[in-house]
T-cell receptor
Framework: KQEVTQIPAALSVPEGENLVLNCSFT??????LQWFRQDPGKGLTSLLL?????REQTSGRLNASLDKSSGRSTLYIAASQPGDSATYLCAVPQTGANNLFFGTGTRLTVIP | EAQVTQNPRYLITVTGKKLTVTCSQN?????MSWYRQDPGLGLRQIYYSMNVEVTDKGDVPEGYKVSRKEKRNFPLILESPSPNQTSLYFCASRSAGTDTQYFGPGTRLTVL
């Protein structure tokens, strides 16, 4: 069964820093990986989806990379802002994408 | 506005009292799912539906029921809630043609 791990569980950085969040998965036979953002009291918002054929995907200050062979993905956030404070989750689909396996998330705090 | 809505957002109930959490999406999505989120365990899928009248179990279906009589609605039913069903519940949907999932705002359920 797929297991998804995110380290660290929590991270605090001063505003303006570049940072990297890590995600690892045990079964490399995936066909995509998604990064989500979760704000307190709100649902999950999809940030980036990387297909298995891609190495990375970019959206604004966010860049996600995927290395299937090593079972790793990273989310790079450039020039962090207090508004980036949230929990970031990565998820990989089970066959058919009817189920997503989620990591337990990294809670990011950006200090003004 | 494209969205997934859930009601209620917060619910406190007692053991054994039947309850229903509603989920509705306005994007004409075929796939809908229910997840529960617990500290240290991440999000786990309860049930999913591939289309009207087609539902199947996820990873943690015990104690839950679902129905999909209409494409836009996917209610989660707890016939006899127990304290171990205290959790944060999310409904999600996606189109059959894409991998990106859209999540509702969550329902925080407490069973006393």
């Amino acid at each position: 069964k797929q297991e998804v791990t995110q380290i660290p569980a929590a991270l605090s950085v001063p505003e303006g820093e570049n940072l990297v969040l890590n995600c690892s998965f045990t079964d490399s036979a995936i066909y995509n990986l998604q990064w989500f953002r979760q704000d307190p009291g709100k649902g999950l918002t999809s940030l980036l989806l990387i297909q298995s054929s891609q190495r990375e995907q970019t959206s604004g200050r966010l860049n996600a990379s995927l290395d299937k062979s090593s079972g790793r993905s990273t989310l790079y956030i450039a020039a962090s802002q207090p508004g980036d404070s949230a929990t970031y989750l990565c998820a990989v689909p089970q066959t058919g994408a009817n189920n997503l396996f989620f990591g337990t998330g990294t809670r990011l705090t950006v200090i003004p | 506005e494209a969205q997934v809505t859930q009601n209620p957002r917060y619910l406190i109930t007692v053991t054994g009292k039947k309850l229903t959490v509603t989920c509705s999406q306005n994007m004409n999505h075929e796939y809908m799912s229910w997840y529960r989120q617990d500290p240290g365990l991440g999000l786990r899928q309860i049930y999913y539906s591939m289309n009207v009248e087609v539902t199947d179990k996820g990873d943690v279906p015990e104690g839950y029921k679902v129905s999909r009589k209409e494409k836009r609605n996917f209610p989660l039913i707890l016939e006899s809630p127990s304290p171990n069903q205290t959790s944060l519940y999310f409904c999600a949907s996606r189109s059959a043609g894409t991998d990106t999932q859209y999540f509702g705002p969550g329902t925080r359920l407490t069973v006393l």
